[in-house]
């Protein structure tokens, strides 16, 4: 298996779309909605990508399309457009919706929780077992593990200024990972008395 997970921070990158079909534009509203600027080539955009801020292109602009783009993505049924594309896109990250093996980046499926955005890749093996774990993921996180979450970041961001030694601040982290007090506070969803709970006794370690 010769790909790796990565998350890339795509605002303000540019990316161009080769297509304006159902994939298409789920690639562009993905792009979209993670601040990339993003342009498409093909014959007419929804509503939803315009308000967006995507700007449809000709196709007859691919190669001033595909210089200006940091992000190239085939997602066309013209076979013909895909390979010229692909051809000229020579120093670009490329994603194939046709042939997902043969280009560079792999657009995973993903879903969020709260702030929490997880992705599953199959090796291009089976997205429908994708969406079926999807599914089965969704079912089993809760909003007591979100707010878990919310109040390990709180504490991180207190014992970092409080302790310089990464080791302690990581046993600190499972210790209020543990709290029997902090957990009800939590099942009760009293999140400002779990914070102050936190507050008092990292204070505690001055």
Sequence with gaps: ?????LYLKTSNLNVFILGTGEVATRRANKFLDHGANVRL???SLSDELEHKGAVLCSTDDVDDLV??????VVASGDEEMCDYVCGIAHDKLVNRADFPQKGDVIVPTSFNIGEIEISIFTNGKSPLMARQLRKKIQSIITEEDILKIELQDYARSMLKENLENQKERRKYLYE???DEHINDLIEERKLDEA???IDNLIRGLE
């Design 176 to 178: 209020i990972f543990e």
């Design 1 to 5: 298996m010769d790909w790796t997970s």
């Design 195 to 197: 914070k102050a709970y």
């Design 67 to 72: 210089e200006w783009s940091d992000i190239v």
């Design 41 to 43: 080539a093909g014959n």
